[in-house]
């Protein structure tokens, strides 16, 4: 079995970042944000490895990427790092995943007092739209998963809010909570250790249970709907060469992609 594990921060124990900012190279918790999300990393790919995988992929994938200690890894894994990459999952297609974890990640940006709730950028899209229904990157990496490596999505660890969304779109997957959310920069955290405990042991449970496991995907063509933060960038969408774009609001944005794989 191969499995590929992919990681956010934002949804790492222990963080809750600062107002007005990102979880970026600058900011007071990214240095923790990245040593935790490795301690994480190694919780999973230990649970993974001790319950019959024959390899895992780690694909450091925060704000383009190269944020993990990759000493600090369990040397067992292989690690996908850089951008540039045509699709989500890069590198993976052909290996024979057999399934996927989510860790550090966060919940979609129209979640109300989700910590560092945010789709793809913090400063871009108020929400993001597909066939009508509301989509973050968790649903957009797990339909990825289904098209590019089809695999399912086996775990995913994030706030109370992003498990929330995961466990609607995904109820299969096992999962970790790993802080309460307060608000987007407040939350009652549970201890980094512990969290570590509790990954290995869902992710454990999540590999005993794969025959429960299923894709998670969309319809083709894809309706899709971005509504902007920013008045010139919906302008700027709606003034591209994006066929069919049509302005539904200064805000907001509709056009139809034939494909997903489009898209991401």
Not at 69 to 92: C, F, N, Q, S, T
Not at 194 to 217: F, P, Q, T, W
Request: charged share 25%; net charge negative; glycine share 8%.
């Amino acid at each position: 079995m191969n499995f590929a594990i992919a990681c956010d921060l934002e949804g790492i124990g222990g963080v809750v970042g600062s107002p007005g900012e990102g979880l970026h190279q600058t900011s007071r918790q990214y240095a923790f944000a990245a040593a935790q999300a490795v301690r994480e990393i190694n919780a999973a790919a230990g649970a993974l490895f001790d319950n019959g995988a024959d390899r895992v992929y780690v694909w450091d994938n925060h704000n383009g990427s190269l944020n993990l200690d990759y000493m600090e890894l369990d040397k067992r894994v292989d690690i996908i790092a850089g951008v540039g990459e045509k699709h989500r999952w890069p590198g993976l297609e052909g290996r024979n995943i057999s399934g996927v974890l989510l860790i550090g990640y966060h919940p979609m940006a129209e979640t109300y007092a989700g910590v560092l709730s945010h789709t793809c950028s913090s400063t871009t899209y108020q929400y993001l739209k597909m066939n009508r229904r509301s989509m973050g990157e968790i649903e957009i990496d797990a339909i990825s998963a289904a098209r590019l490596l089809k695999a399912p999505v086996i775990f995913v660890a994030s706030d109370d809010k992003g498990v929330a969304q995961a466990k609607e779109a995904l109820p299969w997957a096992g999962s970790v909570v790993t802080k309460k959310a307060l608000g987007r920069n407040l939350a009652i955290l549970k201890h980094p250790s512990r969290v570590v405990d509790e990954i290995y042991s869902e992710v454990s449970g999540a590999v005993k249970n794969m025959d429960r496991m299923e894709l998670y995907d969309i319809m083709d063509p894809v309706e899709v709907e971005m509504r902007f933060l920013r008045l010139e960038d919906a302008e700027k969408l709606n003034n591209s060469k994006t066929k069919g774009a049509e302005l539904v609001d200064p805000y907001t944005v509709r056009f139809t992609a034939r494909s997903f794989l489009e898209l991401y």
